[in-house]
């Protein structure tokens, strides 16, 4: 399949790789909107938030937990920190595989642009 974050986590592209397990791959943001911008994406080739049913969303429960389980280790828990979904061409979605960013590092503005 012709997605860069299946080729990612085929290990066809290079990433720097933070966490994997069976469900879920997590690597840094190739181009950092934050001193701390990691993905957190599902192994199943998922198009967007909009593809989320009864049949596949214990996948979210699963990446909200890997993010809590990674923002500890990277020591922004307590400070606090954003996670961003961007879907479909009007939420600003580039990479047509749902993932979730993680930002944190900085003071973060609201509403985002
Ligand atoms: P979005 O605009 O929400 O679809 O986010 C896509 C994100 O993927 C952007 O923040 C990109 O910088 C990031 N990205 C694209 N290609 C790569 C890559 N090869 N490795 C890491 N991050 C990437
Ligand atoms: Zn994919």
């Not at 994406?41 to 909009?50: F, L, T, V, W």
């Not at 593809?51 to 400070?79: A, D, P, Q, T």
């Not at 990479?95 to 609201?110: E, S, T």
Request: aromatic share 8%.
């Amino acid at each position: 399949m012709n997605c860069i974050f299946c080729k990612i986590i085929n290990g066809e592209i290079q990433s720097k790789k933070i966490y994997e397990d069976e469900k879920v791959y997590a690597f840094y943001d190739i181009n950092p909107e934050a001193p701390v911008h990691f993905l957190v994406i599902p192994k199943e080739h998922i198009i967007s938030a909009n593809e989320i049913s009864e049949i596949n969303s214990n996948i979210i429960s699963h990446i909200f937990l890997v993010i809590n389980k990674l923002v500890r280790e990277l020591g922004i828990n307590k400070e606090g920190y954003r996670i961003v979904n961007n879907c479909g061409e009007l939420g600003g979605q580039t990479v047509d595989h749902m993932h979730f960013h993680v930002l944190g590092g900085r003071g973060l503005k609201w509403p985002p642009g």
